[in-house]
T-cell receptor, first 116, second 114 residues
Framework: AQSVAQPEDQVNVAEGNPLTVKCTYSVSGNPYLFWYVQYPNRGLQFLLKYITGDNLVKGSYGFEAEFNKSQTSFHLKKPSALVSDSALYFC??????????????FGGGTRLMVKP | KAGVTQTPRYLIKTRGQQVTLSCSPISGHRSVSWYQQTPGQGLQFLFE???????NKGNFPGRFSGRQFSNSRSEMNVSTLELGDSALYLC???FGSGSNNEQFFGPGTRLTVL
């Protein structure tokens, strides 16, 4: 079975400061990892993914994430937060070695609040 | 390119009724997945359809069913609605299945069961 943990329900950061949203995962095989963002009354928007290769992945809106295999983590980062980044962030995993199609397992979500 | 569209956006039903939700994927995408989002359980996978075949199914009762048409549009049906079925139902499309393609989500259908 696969699982994702987002240990922080909420992260508060001041505008202009760096932000980190944490994610750890568990899969039996090798992971595909994804970050999505959800704004109020909207669906999920894709930010970035890790498939293989470079451990630092760059995505949309200045976000990046670092894959750490030994710590089974995939933390989302941004060097300078904007008020408009305030939203709900979801980390998701898919086991590339199991025959589960496109099924994603999501973490519980982390609400990011960026204050002016 | 148009994104994933879901209809209707909002629905109010009463217990015991049934409901059908519709999803039109991005043009050229052949995989459609459905997820249920609730405050208590978070985002949970319902099922995936690829080329009109159910590819995978999550841990939901048989009251939840779906299908996919030859144009890749998908519907999901919930019969004998319960209060706990109140949720945001999200549809996601992807070009392939079991690959490294990301999924693109629609805006969701908010179902309220009274």
């Amino acid at each position: 079975a696969q699982s994702v943990a987002q240990p922080e329900d909420q992260v508060n950061v001041a505008e202009g400061n760096p932000l980190t949203v944490k994610c750890t995962y568990s899969v039996s095989g090798n992971p595909y990892l994804f970050w999505y963002v959800q704004y109020p009354n909207r669906g999920l928007q894709f930010l970035l993914k890790y498939i293989t290769g470079d451990n630092l992945v760059k995505g949309s809106y200045g976000f990046e994430a670092e894959f750490n295999k030994s710590q089974t983590s995939f933390h989302l980062k941004k060097p300078s937060a904007l008020v408009s980044d305030s939203a709900l962030y979801f980390c998701a995993v898919r086991d590339m070695n199991n025959n589960a199609g496109n099924m994603l397992t999501f973490g519980g979500g982390t609400r990011l609040m960026v204050k002016p | 390119k148009a994104g994933v569209t879901q209809t209707p956006r909002y629905l109010i039903k009463t217990r015991g009724q049934q409901v059908t939700l519709s999803c039109s994927p991005i043009s050229g995408h052949r995989s459609v997945s459905w997820y249920q989002q609730t405050p208590g359980q978070g985002l949970q996978f319902l099922f995936e359809y690829f080329s009109e075949t159910q590819r995978n199914k999550g841990n939901f009762p048989g009251r939840f069913s779906g299908r996919q048409f030859s144009n890749s549009r998908s519907e999901m049906n919930v019969s004998t609605l319960e209060l706990g079925d109140s949720a945001l139902y999200l549809c996601a499309s992807s070009f392939g299945s079991g690959s490294n393609n990301e999924q693109f989500f629609g805006p969701g259908t908010r179902l309220t069961v009274l």
